[in-house]
């Protein structure tokens, strides 16, 4: 018979608490952030009040060193470390520990709040806090005071029936002796929930997390799959509290329009890009399976996990984060990416590449000792390259895995850029710009990485709007919109013409080669007419000069409004590919 892997232990709330509230067992986040709404919490506590089961938690002994007597941060608890972390059932637990003991909770935004239960004592029922209940003389608006007055639990109650008793009186009306017993008995019944039993499976500490993640997806198939991040962040927050904070705080400030933050129109990062970023720029690995090890301290050579090398990994993790976590080196990175044309969340198709390029910034920042004005061209070509190709969109672990492995021998800044520009000319070469290009740009999907390619090589080149004396790069900018786009994408053939002429299929009208970006103003004047009529107006707005390299930019064939429509497609994704060669030249 195989070995068991867990251990059925059955828990009251009160014991899990307890537990918690020592430090003894871990509330790590592990699921994400707490995602629960306050609906979901009153209909919890309703079914335990009713004795209906709500589930299992799942909890693996996950820490060696948990039997040092020690303090965290200022709370003087017994446990230094977690004995154990709650990797099933986080939102159940979380959601009892916030409601029974008034805790805050943050959520999956990092937006810190309370969440606040009502119960009525006389009718045996649970409402979300709201003016109503608080105001309702015969709700108790927070239970959260009832467990804080456990202890005189006595004397709370009595008070809290002469409380509904004054109330009635005020409207001519007499609480019965019936009421008042059930008034007791009901706020008797909601304290007893802290001994209510919830079914607990230990999982050993020896379990690996390849087991734990297997196991958890097995018995929860509505639960999200746990990925080797989910469980460095845990051990972050099991060994490195503090870590774990300025992770979230960075990520929350990332999403705050204030002076000083690491806030921005471009990219959001969640804590698990700020894995990626530090496991691959500080300990040269992309797969977060090996870089978990690390962590966990294991020697790969003889596969044994240590304490002290586990101390000496989190170490350099400091050290890491330091730079990674720098605003003021976040923001001069994200200059590189608008450099390359890339100024608006909008045209960002993979976050990817924005994760792997902040990587490679850092490596030519520290490791390489590049000048600020030279590791931004570079990084801005790095960057425009793996977003138009989707470098990093098929398998990005391997191919990151791939490019570290190739730095690891490279010692000078010198042999640095050589690297980088070898694998970007081995991508963008005669081939893919004449081929691979338009070919990818046959394509109707709006987030196709090559259409977003050839919107940022328009502002790499400063190319004005259509129809327009404006630029692209300045329409584009989210500071730039009203309370309509100041640019929209426009059909060249319009739909309704195309439809009149037998094209009616949308995936050969939403072609990527048969949009142009203009200000909303002109799609308005365009509607459904015909190329070849809406262009008499329109050409008249453009000074005759001007047309060749507003045609060039806007990869117009001449006389393009006559043309059949296919022929058209065929014919300007070839020149949009040039437009994108030419923003990369721009670049360099």
Not at 312 to 338: A, G, M, R, S, T
Request: glycine share 6%.
């Amino acid at each position: 018979m195989s070995k068991t892997l867990f251990t059925p232990v059955p828990r009251t709330v009160r014991e899990l608490i307890m537990e918690v509230e020592t430090g003894k067992l871990g509330l790590p986040d592990l699921q994400r952030g707490y995602v629960w709404r306050a609906a979901k919490v009153r209909d919890l506590l309703d079914s335990m009040l009713k004795g209906y089961p709500i589930g299992y938690l799942m909890i693996w002994d996950a820490a060696d060193d948990t039997e040092k007597s020690k303090t965290i941060g200022i709370d003087n608890k017994p446990f230094g470390t977690p004995k154990s972390l709650v990797i099933d059932g986080q939102q159940r637990l979380t959601s009892l520990y916030a409601v029974m003991y008034g805790k805050k909770i943050v959520d999956a935004k990092f937006n810190e709040k309370q969440i606040i239960i009502s119960f009525n004592p006389l009718t045996r029922t649970f409402a979300v806090g709201d003016n109503a209940t608080k105001r309702g003389a015969e709700w108790i608006y927070d239970i959260s005071e009832v467990f804080r007055n456990e202890s005189k639990s006595f004397a709370y109650i009595s008070e809290k029936v002469q409380t509904i008793s004054d109330a009635r009186e005020k409207t001519d009306a007499t609480l019965t002796d019936d009421e008042k017993q059930c008034i007791q008995q009901n706020i008797m019944d909601l304290l007893s929930l802290t001994g209510f039993s919830i079914p607990t499976l230990e999982i050993s500490g020896n379990s690996d997390e390849e087991s734990v993640a297997d196991i958890f997806v097995r018995v929860n198939s509505g639960g999200e799959k746990l990925g080797e991040d989910d469980f460095i962040l845990t051990l972050i927050s099991v060994y490195w509290p503090e870590g774990r904070q300025k992770i979230v705080d960075f990520c929350r400030s990332a999403k705050t329009p204030k002076p000083g933050t690491a806030y921005n129109f471009l990219f959001q990062p969640s804590p698990t890009h700020i894995v990626r970023v530090a496991m691959s720029y500080g300990f040269h690995r992309a797969r977060l399976h090996y870089a978990y090890m690390l962590l966990r301290g294991r020697d790969f050579e003889n596969g044994v996990y240590t304490d002290s090398l586990r101390i000496q990994n989190f170490e350099k993790l400091k050290q890491v984060l330091e730079q990674v976590l720098d605003v003021q080196i976040w923001k001069n990175f994200l200059k590189c990416v608008e450099a390359a044309g890339f100024v608006s969340k909008s045209l960002i198709s993979s976050e990817n590449a924005l994760v792997y390029s902040y990587v490679m910034y850092l490596f030519g920042k520290f490791h390489y000792g590049m000048s600020e004005s030279a590791l931004r061209k570079l990084i801005a070509k790095w960057f425009f390259m793996t977003a138009v190709t989707g470098y990093y969109t098929g398998s990005p672990e391997t191919d990151m895995e791939s490019d570290l492995a190739d730095l690891r021998n490279v010692k000078t800044e010198e042999a640095f850029v050589a690297l980088l520009e070898k694998k970007i000319a081995s991508v963008f070469t005669g081939d893919y710009f004449a081929i691979t290009l338009p070919n990818s740009l046959a394509n109707s999907a709006p987030r196709n990485p090559s259409w977003l390619g050839y919107c940022a090589a328009l502002n790499v080149l400063d190319a004005k709007v259509l129809f327009s004396t404006l630029h692209t790069r300045e329409l584009f900018s989210p500071t730039a919109d009203g309370k309509k786009k100041a640019l929209e994408r426009h059909h060249l053939f319009p739909k309704a013409y195309l439809a009149r002429i037998g094209i009616a299929d949308d995936r050969d009208r939403n072609q990527m080669a048969n949009f142009a970006f203009i200000e909303w103003s002109d799609n308005i004047e365009v509607l459904d007419t015909s190329p070849a009529e809406y262009m008499k107006d329109q050409l008249a707005k453009i000074d005759p000069t001007e047309k060749g390299s507003i045609y060039a930019d806007h990869a117009l064939p001449e006389d393009w409004e006559h043309m059949d429509y296919f022929d058209f497609l065929s014919t300007r994704r070839i020149l949009m590919a040039e437009v994108v060669k030419q923003g990369y030249e721009q670049l360099r």
